[in-house]
């Protein structure tokens, strides 16, 4: 009885989303406006967030081999539910999804030079954003612009001005970028980036830090944020909760101040992405391997279910070494982290999270693009499956209403 319950709600609910695309379209830009007060919506004119109930039902949970060789991943999800999974170091490549992650179409290459992540979908306009340098930063930046959700691509010049500090951030490596959909900096554009204050080697990362670069115009221009309030960062991930606040949640290579480097480093900000405070660190959340001070490139997402705060982290449970890959989900915007499951026992390194779009073939999934054993994976699983994970300790996952 449930089950055949759970098949006639899926199926009003995409007769209903049908009837309003197709009355979108036919209405034009005008019929936007109409959408119910509060709703934001994204360029497709489908709403950016929408119920709970498509990342629940039956437990699902998949993976396979995207990329061959080199590394450094980004997942996004178009405006019209196309995924793309952004892979490189040595040719920066794109490779895109129409059926939700079912196949995936052929490789299309960039540049030569590493991907930069910080991938961003502008939910104004439906653009696509992809960031990459020429070399292990500091380096060149280019910037490539999609305005067919990822079909092809276009070399664009950007300006980026300079922090507080005098100093103009790199991109590489974060994870994807977001469009702010609440309060007053709604339509912002905003990534993760940082300051290698010279360079890479271990003697310049005390004066490492983590901040954001935030564009009001489409990608075009963009302004750095203040420093996140810790040094020796590196590497970060960043959402937006449904009451504009953004979570930031960042990776440690050394600490300065006493604090853990080898769990994550959290802080917020209350004015769309321009100053950050209230730092503390996770007691849940590692930050890579526990045997050194290193930390491991994340990856976050927050799921679009209007109303509600579901975040779900990537990083691994290892005493030593890059491997065993799991996720991890928070019911109350990254307060706490009661529930996680494996994804990968075995070699899992740097990762991304993206989450599927409302009415659309992506709808329902969350999407983990990792490096494993020298090749790029991308798992898709449901909350239905995570929600079957082991307990933390740390809170309890709250009654969902169908699961």
């Not at 490549?93 to 960039?110: C, K, N």
């Not at 994870?175 to 709604?186: K, N, P, V």
């Not at 996140?228 to 930031?248: H, K, V």
């Amino acid at each position: 009885m449930n089950d055949d319950r759970r098949e006639l709600r899926e199926r009003v609910r995409a007769v209903a989303y049908a009837t309003l695309l197709a009355t979108l379209w036919a209405a034009g830009a005008a019929a936007v406006e109409c959408l119910p007060d509060g709703l934001p919506q994204t360029a497709t004119g489908l709403p950016a967030e929408a119920d709970l109930e498509p990342f629940l039902g039956d437990p699902k949970f998949e993976v396979q081999p995207v990329f061959r060789g080199q590394r450094l991943p980004n997942v996004v999800v178009a405006t019209d539910g196309a995924v793309l999974a952004v892979w490189g170091w040595g040719t920066v490549r794109v490779r895109r999804s129409e059926d939700g992650g079912d196949t995936w179409a052929p490789e299309v290459a960039l540049r030569e030079g590493l991907n930069s992540g910080g991938a961003v979908v502008d939910e104004n306009t439906g653009d696509i954003l992809v960031f990459t340098e020429e070399k292990h930063p500091p380096a060149p930046l280019h910037v490539f612009r999609s305005t067919d959700h990822g079909n092809t691509w276009a070399e664009q010049e950007v300006v980026i001005h300079p922090d507080e500090k005098g100093n103009v951030p790199s991109m590489c490596m974060n994870e994807r970028g977001i469009t702010l959909r609440h309060g007053e900096h709604a339509g912002r554009l905003l990534r993760p980036s940082r300051s290698y204050m010279g360079g890479n080697d271990r003697k310049y990362w005390p004066q490492h830090y983590t901040n954001a670069v935030y564009s009001d115009d489409g990608g075009k221009s963009w302004h750095t944020s203040a420093p996140f309030p810790a040094s020796g960062t590196g590497e970060a991930t960043l959402g937006e909760l449904s009451n504009g606040r953004i979570y930031y949640n960042s990776r440690r290579h050394l600490s300065t101040d006493g604090l853990n480097p080898r769990m994550r480093h959290i802080a917020y900000s209350e004015d769309g992405g321009q100053t950050w405070q209230d730092l503390s660190v996770s007691d849940v959340l590692p930050d890579g391997a526990q045997d050194r001070d290193y930390g491991l490139m994340a990856g976050l997402v927050r799921l679009p279910v209007r109303g509600r705060d579901i975040l779900v982290f990537s990083n691994i449970v290892s005493s030593s070494g890059r491997h065993n890959g799991h996720v991890w989900g928070s019911f109350d915007g990254g307060q706490t982290w009661p529930v996680k499951r494996q994804v990968d026992e075995g070699s899992f390194a740097y990762s991304s999270l993206a989450a599927g779009r409302p009415a659309t073939p992506s709808e329902g999934w969350i999407y983990l693009l990792y490096e494993g054993s020298g090749e790029g994976r991308i798992a898709r699983f449901n909350l239905a499956w995570l929600l079957e994970g082991e307990p933390t300790g740390d809170g309890e996952v709250p009654k969902l209403v169908g699961w």
